[in-house]
């Protein structure tokens, strides 16, 4: 690393898990393309929006984590491997191959035919606290609502599901637990052991008694077809779950704390639903649940703004910082539901560009559409710099806890 490596822990201070955006448009302007160390791996973040945009396209940064280097064990550690032999850590053609069996579970027609269930849950999760005036938006809501609906797709029973959210809870929450780092490290591999495990087992059991679902169509892709092996499938399974949830849970937490602290925003919403899905893509570009790309790895040295990337190096493409930029973005800072559905990068580009995009879209204009609907007066119960974040250093930018009041 050169010279000018900045130390992980002087960029992901307590100031940038509440708002890291100063720090992003600092870097974008001092050190678009920043080298960064840290006791674990260290990296190169890349900031600007065109940067960004090119290093999600370029092949020489590879999402093969699995070739000479170790580089999945030096950034999820062990146990992670069985979970993560998927198209998000494959190149083409592997990656083609993937993602195009996955994708068929994913068609327009069967997704559309899900928009009736995904409202009925958002209604039953409301029902539930409607009454009381306040609650844990978290917890009671953004958490639960996307689980249960890709519980639904994967075919999880029921019973097991709230099992399954608290052990991928472990390890969205990974570093807030206060616990010592030895001891969150062992947890967080005791969670990816266990979802192994469950995962193995799901597929087991969809292989005795298939059904409607995904899990039991890539098992048939698994078995009938040859084209995914045992290990793809068990992994496969995993990416769908964590990326299905999590990412959406964080987006309705992220996207109502940003409209309850711009209140005109907010009220033109109420007044005109119609802004609904343009105002899903502007809350995305505005604060966005994944920070960073997944990490790429330089195949060969590369060059982006004169900053030569040496071979082996792990990239991250910094999509929150990219959507920020002014370059792109006109007042890029400011919060604005009318503005043109513009290209922002929140679910990605390239190759690995969001599969779960429909999903996720109509998740979030049911979810938040209704949560505006039925809870009248809807305000943060604590100023917003006292709610609990997930750590600056975290993968994810997401909340702990959302506590809010409404009228009754
Ligand atoms: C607001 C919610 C969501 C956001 C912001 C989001 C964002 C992203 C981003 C940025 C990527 C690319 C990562 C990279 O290039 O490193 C990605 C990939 C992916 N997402 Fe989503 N996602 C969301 C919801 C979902 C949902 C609901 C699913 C459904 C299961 C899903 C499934 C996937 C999959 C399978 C990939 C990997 C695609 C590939 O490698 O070809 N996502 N997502």
Same mark, same amino acid.
């Given at each position: ?266 009220? &033109?919403? @109420?007044?005109?639903?119609?802004? %609904?899905?343009?105002?899903? +893509? *502007? /809350?995305? =570009?505005?604060?966005?649940?994944? #920070? ?79 949560? &505006?609907? @039925?809870?009248?007066?809807?305000? %943060?119960?604590?100023?917003? +710099? *006292? /709610?609990? =974040?997930?750590?600056?250093?975290? #993968? ?13």
């Amino acid at each position: 690393m050169t010279e000018n490596a900045v130390p992980a822990a002087e960029l992901y201070t307590d100031e940038f898990a509440v708002d890291p955006y100063p720090a992003f448009a600092k870097l974008r302007v001092d050190s678009p393309v920043c080298p960064v160390t840290s006791p674990r791996f260290d990296s190169y973040l890349i900031t600007r929006y065109d940067d960004a945009k090119a290093a999600l396209m370029d092949p020489r940064l590879s999402k093969d984590l699995y070739g000479p280097g170790q580089h999945f064990l030096r950034i999820f550690g062990p146990n992670s491997e069985g979970l993560n032999k998927n198209m998000l850590n494959s190149d083409p053609p592997e990656h083609s191959r993937l993602r195009q069996i996955t994708s068929r579970a994913f068609a327009p027609r069967r997704l559309e035919a899900l928009r009736p269930r995904i409202a009925e849950i958002v209604a039953g999760l409301l029902d539930r606290i409607v009454p009381d005036g306040h609650a844990d938006l978290m917890r009671d809501f953004a958490i639960p609502l996307p689980m249960m609906v890709i519980g639904e797709l994967l075919g999880i029973p029921d019973k097991d599901r709230q099992t399954v959210l608290e052990w991928t809870q472990v390890i969205r929450e990974s570093g807030s637990s206060g616990r010592p780092p030895a001891e969150e490290k062992a947890r967080v591999q005791e969670a990816q052991a266990w979802l192994h495990g469950y995962l193995t087992e799901l597929v087991a059991a969809k292989r005795i008694r298939p059904g409607d679902d995904m899990v039991s169509m890539l098992v048939a892709a698994c078995d009938e077809e040859g084209v995914l092996s045992e290990r793809e499938l068990v992994s496969t399974t995993f990416l769908l779950l964590f990326a299905g949830h999590q990412t959406t849970a964080d987006f309705i937490g992220n996207a109502t704390v940003a409209l309850l602290t711009n209140p005109a925003q907010l009220d &033109l919403l @109420r007044a005109t639903p119609d802004l %609904l899905p343009q105002a899903i +893509e *502007e /809350l995305l =570009r505005f604060d966005g649940p994944l #920070p960073v790309a997944s990490p790429r790895i330089a195949t060969e040295e590369v060059e982006y703004q004169g900053v030569r990337i040496p071979e082996g190096s792990i990239v991250g493409v910094v999509i929150n910082s990219a959507n920020h930029d002014p370059a792109q973005f006109e007042d890029a800072d400011r919060l604005d539901l009318c503005r043109e559905r513009g290209p922002h990068l929140g679910f990605g580009h390239g190759v690995h560009y969001c599969l779960g995009v429909s999903l996720a879209r109509m998740e979030a204009q049911i979810g938040i559409g209704e949560l &505006l609907r @039925r809870l009248p007066g809807l305000a %943060l119960a604590v100023p917003p +710099e *006292e /709610l609990r =974040r997930l750590p600056a250093a975290s #993968p994810f930018r997401g909340l702990i806890e959302l506590p809010v009041r409404f009228t009754a």
